[in-house]
């Protein structure tokens, strides 16, 4: 019996390997980036060469990239967390009032609070939904109204401006390192933990089934409540370390801080390759995705397409991601399916 | 031989037509809890609010949230159907984009109010060809809509903002009915809500929105076309959303590219809280009015307490988290209870 699926590879590991990368949702994306650098480039040099840009690159989207990592583990699990604007300025918010009423407070002292807080809110977040068997949707669209309710009423109209916390914080948002800068370096930091977990750890593994079939999950043994309220907390934990990142790198934080930003990672995961209904993608694809995003962004005024656009573009974008990863799942399961005819 | 059809010498079971009395089906459900939370509400409001009894609170409250009633309505069918649709704040900007511009390059009020009207339908047909004939999950391609019409919307105006529209226009969106204090609008209000109900109740079509939030499979094997009614609802979204779009630039007299930012999260919290099951096949279009009508009293009754907009924001986020928390918890005891008596009658029979 000649089944082509299950014969195996004639390749050799090396080829195997890099057949897989070089066809993966992740290098096709990561090409479209350096694309659009490049015809960024081209127009105007100073677009990468000139001494800020190389920096401002690589900086400004690891706040997004964050949050795309985190909501990326949440949207594999067969969820989503709508609350993730709300959670970051309530971190960026808290590590402006740690600063002001506590000065002198360690740095290392603020980010683990903004870090718990975050947690927390995550933990409300997965709690609802993991013990509730509430949709995920509708419970981060209540939290995050209640979030940014609490952040305005505890903010009021005051903001924290860039001459209230210390210059060594400030410093963090533009400093570098070796030229990448320390906010990227957390940013990479974080996505290779989170990138290794989900890959080879049973938790992450875990994750993936309960996002492909919650149901079989659940007959299989798997401990899904506790999954997925370990996906919101460190969704959340990540959001609340953005936000600290936030008021590192923008200094001024008022209480309408990343409003409509849980959109922007959420199509930054969509077209990073992560399913809407879970069970495959990869932080990797979501992170590349959120770098795309935000160089788009800042690459289309050079490109001549006026600012006004970019919402367009971003929309754009995400509904061809969407059509082109399902024109290639239904092309695919129609092979498997000639294939599995054949016999 | 004995004659096979013997007369029925033992009295036969009589069923009742329904299920529970009448009382239980009417006050017992989720629609009633809404109805009589607004009314507690009202009431409440009535006596402990300042100037809550005045004329011009009704007037207010009805022009505030007219786009809502508006938009619940579609809304309450798609997510009948498991669906949603996240766009329909981004379609009223760009209707009210496309009648600023329109009546800046000189057209007539109505007639662009038509073409914006068109351009809705247009956004809603994308929106249900996507989902219902490309079959992509409705919440990722909501979402890439609502980046994209905001989008178009933001940039065909760019940081302008139309302003002069004529009297006869705006006087018309604020103008009431009458010598009551109810403003105009909501008489295409009435009328859209009495044509929704019609189709949700009293068509084929309506009973197919049910069938397909229960089980779109086995709706289709009934004969139910899940595909042109999935289609049909987001069109529908999209022209009323468009239609409440032309209200909204009327009544402010301002047609920017970022009007209605954010709607879409309040019409689906208020269609929730009336109700509506976010798994789809149950709701009703009288609990998503109360639902509305409650968010927009509780919003009207605060502001005139003197409650600032995060704390009304906050209830709103309770609400929504405590109606579904609610229903979850209740189906809960139900199964419990279910289980229970089903444990009981095997011990009856041993």
Same mark, same amino acid.
């Given at each position: 019996m000649t089944d082509t699926l299950i014969a195996p590879s004639t390749k050799s590991p090396l080829e195997r390997a890099l057949s897989t990368v070089l066809k993966s949702r992740e290098t096709a994306i990561a090409l479209v980036l350096l694309a659009v650098i490049a015809a960024a480039t081209l127009k105007n040099e100073s677009f990468l060469f000139s001494s800020n840009s190389w920096r401002d690159l690589l900086l400004t989207p690891s706040i997004l990239v964050l949050l795309a990592v985190g909501q990326a583990v949440v949207i594999i699990t067969r969820n989503v967390d709508l609350s993730v604007g709300s959670t970051l300025a309530m971190s960026a918010y808290l590590t402006g009032r740690l600063f002001v009423d506590n000065p002198g407070i360690p740095i290392i002292v603020v980010f683990a609070a903004g870090i718990a807080c975050g947690a927390l809110l995550g933990l409300i977040n997965g709690l609802l939904v993991a013990f509730g068997k509430v949709p995920a949707l509708v419970i981060t669209l209540g939290t995050l109204y209640i979030y940014r309710g609490v952040v305005l009423s505890w903010a009021g109209s005051n903001r924290i401006n860039a001459?209230?916390?210390p210059q060594d914080f400030l410093a963090l948002g533009t400093r570098s390192i070796l030229s990448i800068p320390v906010l990227t370096l957390i940013a990479v930091f974080v996505l290779a933990v989170v990138g290794y977990y989900m890959r080879t750890a049973r938790g992450g593994r875990e994750m993936y089934a309960i996002g492909s079939d919650p149901d079989a999950a659940e007959l299989y043994g798997l401990k899904v409540t506790r999954r997925v309220t370990s996906a919101f907390v460190l969704c959340g934990a990540l959001a609340g370390l953005a936000g600290v990142l936030f008021a590192a790198r923008y200094g001024t934080v008022s209480s309408g801080a990343g409003t409509g930003i849980e959109l922007q990672a959420v199509g930054a995961v969509v077209i990073g390759g992560v399913a809407i209904f879970g069970g495959s993608g990869t932080v990797w694809g979501a992170a590349i995705g959120a770098m795309l995003l935000v160089t788009i962004n800042r690459a289309l005024p050079i490109l001549g397409i006026p600012d006004f656009w970019q919402r367009a573009v971003v929309g754009a974008l995400i509904i061809g991601a969407i059509v082109l990863d399902r024109v290639f799942s239904a092309r695919q399961s129609r092979k498997l399916i000639e294939a599995r005819d054949q016999e | 031989m004995t004659s096979l059809i013997t007369p029925q010498s033992t009295k036969t079971r009589e069923y009742a037509a @329904?299920? &529970?009395?009448l009382w239980k089906r009417v006050l017992l459900t989720r629609e009633f809890a809404v109805i009589a939370l607004l009314l507690i509400v009202v009431f409440y409001s009535r006596s402990?609010?300042?100037? @809550?009894?005045?004329?011009l609170t009704v007037t207010y409250l009805f022009l505030d949230i007219a786009p809502l009633l508006l938009i619940a309505l579609p809304m309450t069918l798609i997510i009948i159907t498991g669906e949603i649709d996240l766009s329909v704040a981004s379609v009223v900007g760009l209707s009210s984009v496309l009648v600023g511009v329109l009546h800046d390059g000189g057209m007539s009020l109505p007639l662009a109010a038509l073409i914006a009207i068109v351009a809705g339908i247009v956004c809603g047909t994308v929106n249900g060809f996507l989902v219902a004939y490309v079959g992509l999950p409705s919440l990722a391609v909501t979402i890439g809509t609502l980046a994209l019409y905001r989008g178009l919307a933001v940039g065909l105006l760019g940081t302008k903002a139309v302003t002069d529209f004529p009297e006869k226009w705006t006087d018309l969106a604020t103008d009431?009915?009458? =010598?009551? &204090?109810?403003?105009?609008?909501v008489i295409p209000f009435l009328i859209l809500a009495v044509l929704f109900a019609l189709l949700l109740h009293f068509t084929s079509f309506g009973r197919g929105v049910y069938d397909i939030g229960l089980n779109a499979e086995a709706a289709g094997f009934a004969g139910v076309n899940v595909a042109r009614t999935k289609l049909t609802l987001f069109a529908l979204a999209g022209a009323v959303s468009a239609f409440a779009g032309v209200y909204y630039t009327l009544r402010y007299g301002s047609s920017r590219?970022?009007? =209605?930012?954010?709607?879409e999260l309040q019409v689906i919290a208020a269609v929730l809280l009336g109700g509506v099951s976010i798994f789809g096949g149950r709701g009703a279009l009288h609990g998503v009015i109360a639902g509305v009508l409650l968010i927009g009293v509780i919003s009207s009754a605060m502001r005139l307490d003197g409650v600032t907009a995060n704390v009304i924001n906050i209830i709103i986020g309770l609400l929504l988290v405590l109606s579904v928390v609610s229903t979850s918890f209740l189906a809960w005891v139900s199964e419990l209870r279910q289980k229970s008596g089903v444990r009981k009658r095997g011990q009856e029979t041993t």
């Open positions: 001459s209230d916390m | @329904f299920g &529970s009395p402990e609010v300042p100037n @809550f009894d005045g004329p009431k009915i009458g =010598a009551s &204090s109810v403003p105009l609008v590219g970022d009007n =209605a930012n954010g709607l």
